[in-house]
């Protein structure tokens, strides 16, 4: 291989150059292998014997090589060329390639003095979806966007999708697909919080919008409507058919500032936390804060202190299904917010956590994670490759 | 040193202890704090620079509080800033300082963010947080115009053993090229033969007189002088005289380093052509266009490219969220945030 390489900068150094013109822009590693097999065929003529040597400096695997030496070798043959390496017309080189937005091959043909480079380019494919793992939590893609989805509901009228700059209601195709019905522009008067939240509730056909520093009213039918005011309303945030906390949101952060208001007509002001939820411990209420500073403390129903857990992400949501136990914490995995994420679903057994399910496992970090009913929560999560973000709905499966 | 017995450095000092005692694994971003930065250039202006890579990438998103030329630049975050508030409050960067006590700086947790040269990033020990961007810097001889004699130029190429520099000087960071554009970007670059062919320049400059075949090799940057000393020596090897000097002006070659300016790799190659005193190439809708663009301005070997070098940042654990720079080497310190800083 190295002598071959070398024999092929030898030439390359000696021989002059003859580079044609136009794109060769094919679907994929067939339609690339035939765009140049036809341009090889015109250069060696044809029935000639042509002999090929292959390398790949992409990162596909020996799979893919092989699969283009195949479609090139199928394409020369089809094109009137024959492969040999006895008395060779042409001597090709066949290169599988790659840059950030295309794969190449690359042919590099010699016939006595003459040299000609050949490319010819297909898309990269966006990185598969992981697998799904684990078999109590189950995940189902509802949405993907470009742009940052803060949440996603689904009132009577079909989806609705709050972003940075919108909230959109997209209604049911037959085809299962979603076609959108209309979205409205959301202006905040200043830019929003870098890592900006926001939360859907929908009652009936209206629906309420939480943004930092900005409440939103709208409805969902006869046709999407909203409207938004700068204010300081508490967020609710639910957990499971019935507990429910006001909470309210830094402005001009990514937390909730510590005033909380519980069900029961109890207010309180505790340290800042990203989310929160209730859980139960045989029978007993108890709150779930993620603090700032990566615990998740537990408070009982006057909101006090009754101890704490280490090993969870920023980003908590209580279900009620009717299997583990009756309560389960649905949690983000603790590390960089950049990483690969899971969200697994917890019990609270002596004020400490249980793994009730695997871990889902994500490609890409979890942006948002909301309580959507009793057995389901809304996940957000970004693609660290392509930049898109997807919504999922996590549904408590009991039983499997 | 200067710095280490100063005022700021030791209230640095203080804030870093103080934070790495209350230590957080928020895994959502989190507000507060200061990013202790460290770099090896020295900025002698009397205003922050505006163009180029690096500190001007955080106006974006910081403005500019404290600026000791040469020294220190505090930038503070812009409440207004696109996309948000950035989660730190300050961004602090010691200028001039030598990259083996940046890491020593990183070591003893005295920095945040801290460039890593070849050396030092064989240092680092297992597990250390690493930002590294593609190869973005285009490391090669250029030619001033009275190297009139195509032969020399050719016979330089030929001499240089990239490989054995890119293994020991280089320590096997980057990759070797001897095109412009690299290989992530082009898709085509080892079309471009970089074996060296000591014979081949032997037999290019055997006829030419003795003046005509010394040359005298420009090096501003005292990092960049092994290298050049290396190149010297694989010239002799081929029958030139190289002799390695400290400054560009007046040498008739020099040792250049330039940036990919783009993502784009039409726009990229265009841009390295105006760095590099090259005509302007066409613009290229396709990749054959591009290698033959690409290849039009090689020809002559008036620019004989090298290497293709990241730039490589050591990273105290305490720094989180998405790397700090872009593909390009770009700052984008407003979506970092620091562990233990409060709002």
Known sequence: ?400 | MRLMSSPWFAVRNLALAALAATAAAATRPHYGGTLYVEIRQSFETPDPPTTGYGMPDLAQAFAITSWEAGRRAVYAAGENAPGGRPFLDTVEIEMARPLRDQSIDLELGKSDVVELGPGELRRQPAGRKVWASAPVRLVALVFAPRVEDARIREALALAVDRAAIHNVLLQRQGEVSAALLPQWLSGYAFLFPAAADAARARTLVAGLPAAVRAISLGVEDAAARPIAERIALNARDAGLAVSVVPQVAGADARLAEVRISSLDPALALAGMAVSLGLPEPPRAASPEALYAAERALLEGFRVIPLFHLPDAYGVNPRVKGRPGITPLGEWRFENLWVEGGRP
């Open chain 1, 1 to 400: 291989m190295i002598a071959a390489v070398k024999r092929w900068h030898a030439v390359l150094c000696a021989l002059p150059f003859f580079i044609p013109s136009g794109a060769h822009a094919a679907d994929d590693v067939n339609g690339a292998a035939h765009d140049l097999a036809r341009q090889t065929a015109v250069f060696a003529g044809p029935g000639q014997p042509v002999s090929v040597e292959y390398r790949n400096v992409s990162s596909l695997g020996p799979a893919e090589l092989g699969q283009a030496r195949g479609a090139f070798e199928a394409a020369l043959k089809e094109a009137g060329l024959r492969v040999s390496d006895v008395a060779p017309v042409a001597e090709l080189r066949l290169t599988l390639s790659e840059n950030q937005s295309q794969y190449l091959l690359v042919e590099e043909a010699r016939k006595g003095d003459e040299r000609q480079v050949w490319m010819a380019a297909w898309k990269r494919a966006e990185p598969a979806a992981a697998a799904l793992p684990g078999m109590a939590l189950d995940r189902k893609l509802v949405w993907e966007q470009e742009e940052q989805i803060l949440d996603v509901a689904f009132p009577a009228a079909g989806m609705l999708v709050l972003s940075p700059s919108k909230v959109a209601l997209y209604t049911p195709r037959e085809n299962g697909s979603w076609a959108l019905g209309r979205a409205v522009p959301l202006a905040p008067g200043k830019p929003w919080p870098r890592d900006v939240r926001g939360r859907l509730r929908v009652t009936g056909a209206s629906f309420q919008a939480f943004l930092p520093g900005v409440e939103c009213g709208g409805a969902a039918e006869p046709s999407l409507s909203i409207e938004c005011r700068a204010g300081d309303q508490p967020w609710v945030l639910e957990s499971g058919s019935h507990a429910t906390l006001l909470a309210n949101f830094a402005a001009t952060r990514n937390y909730f500032d510590g005033r909380v208001a519980t069900g029961n007509g109890l207010r309180k002001t505790m340290a800042p936390f990203y989310s929160a939820t209730s859980a139960a411990e045989q029978g007993r209420p108890l709150w779930l804060l993620a603090m700032l500073d990566g615990r998740t403390q537990i408070f009982d129903a006057w909101l006090e202190t009754v101890g704490a857990i280490a090993s969870w992400g920023s980003d908590i949501a209580g279900t009620e299904a009717s299997c583990g136990g009756g309560s389960q914490v649905l949690a983000t995995r603790p590390g960089n917010a950049g990483e690969p994420d899971a969200i697994q679903a917890f019990a609270i057994v002596n004020r400490a956590a249980t793994p009730l399910t695997a871990p889902v496992e994500f490609a890409g970090p979890v942006t948002a994670l909301w309580p959507m009913s009793a057995t389901s929560a809304l996940a957000v999560v970004r693609d660290p490759l392509t930049g898109r973000y997807a919504a999922y709905v996590i549904t408590v499966v009991c039983g499997s």
